[in-house]
């Protein structure tokens, strides 16, 4: 049995000899841009239409090259090699999700919470006006409660799938994976873990329970804040591969060639960046830890033995590049502490090279009221890190900075 090569190694690799690998060919994939090709006669069209080439919004080409690169990392030793498609947005990823699983006898989607904001949103929004119905299970904040036990008392026969995020989103918890896919496939249901906080050389979904996987390519993925994306890689053993092909041909949710040539390009520096962010953001919760200046630090396994063991289980290599804080001044304390920063800037995204921060309240849970916020544990003085490649010691001592402006105010 030959070795598999790490996550990493694979990335770092993406791309390169595809296609023409004679001597003095490109080494990586050159952007190609045509939106159609031109054929000598009907017998070259016919075979052509079966593939992906001819048109664009098939998805072949530089696309083509972007899916391959992701299966290879999401593909678990031993298991089938699951299928994908890269799409114009992390949401276009999941709107092409639900069109596999939700039908008529399975119309419900049970939405594991805290999650993306716009999981819920697209679902009940624009999907309920469709006829998808959603139901919600809200994970406590302090990390406790039995999340499989949580899912399956929601999980009756009319749910088509089970959406859940790796790790919560502002609060920085971790869902345990495995016991949601259980309640999921126990209801006969397909599981959507969108994995973006948590790349594949952090985390495979599909070792864990995962029928469908989501990434918004948009963030660590492509890791440069240029690049709007998405992938959806589907379990090739799952009947919902059988559409993949003929609904993303359909839907028209593909993905540009320049886009996927640049979220190629930063793909191949992925691990190495997950690595660094990860590292970083494990010494930036340490250092946040006794902080006067702070209510609460949220990284994954802070919170407790449970939290802990269970960070250790899923999470072995590094448990991410996302934290948050929150003030105890609340948002006057927030605002200084982000005007503090000298080199941080304030970003509603996340997953860039550099670190970035940002505001929930104002952002990503604008929507809310005050007390819907407060009751989910996202406070006023809750601040969201997604921390980049940077020296150590330059985060902390800028931090540190902002820190001291927060307290003056
Ligand atoms: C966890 C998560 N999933 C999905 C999305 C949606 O991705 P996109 O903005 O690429 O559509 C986001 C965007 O912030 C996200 O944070």
Sequence with gaps: MTRPVDPSTTAARAGLGVGDTGDGADLVAPLNLASVRAYADLASVDEAMDGRDVYRRYG???PQRLEEAMIELETVPGRAVPVARVTSSGQAALLLASTLVVSTSRPRVVVVRPCYGGTDSLLSGPLGNLGVRVSTVDLPADGGGDHGELVAAAAGPDVGAVVVDVITNPLIGLTDVPAVAAAAHDAGAALIVDSTFTPPFLFQPFAHGADLVIHSLTKHLAGHSDVIGGVLLVDSTHEASD?????ARLLGVNLSPFDAWLALRGLRTAGLRIERGSENAAALAD???????????????????????????LLPRGRGAMLSIDLAGGRTAADAFIRGLAGVRLAPSLGDVATTVSYPASTSHRALSPQQRVALGITDGLVRISVGIEHIDDLKAEFAAALVAASAG
Excluded: I, K, M, Q
Aim: glycine content about 12%; cysteine-free; proline content about 6%.
């Design 287 to 313: 250092f946040f830890a006794d902080r006067p200046e702070l209510r609460a630090v949220y990284y994954p396994g802070v919170s407790g033995a449970r939290t802990a063991a269970l960070a250790e289980r």
């Design 243 to 247: 559409w993949l092909d003929a609904n």
């Design 60 to 62: 072949g080409g530089n």
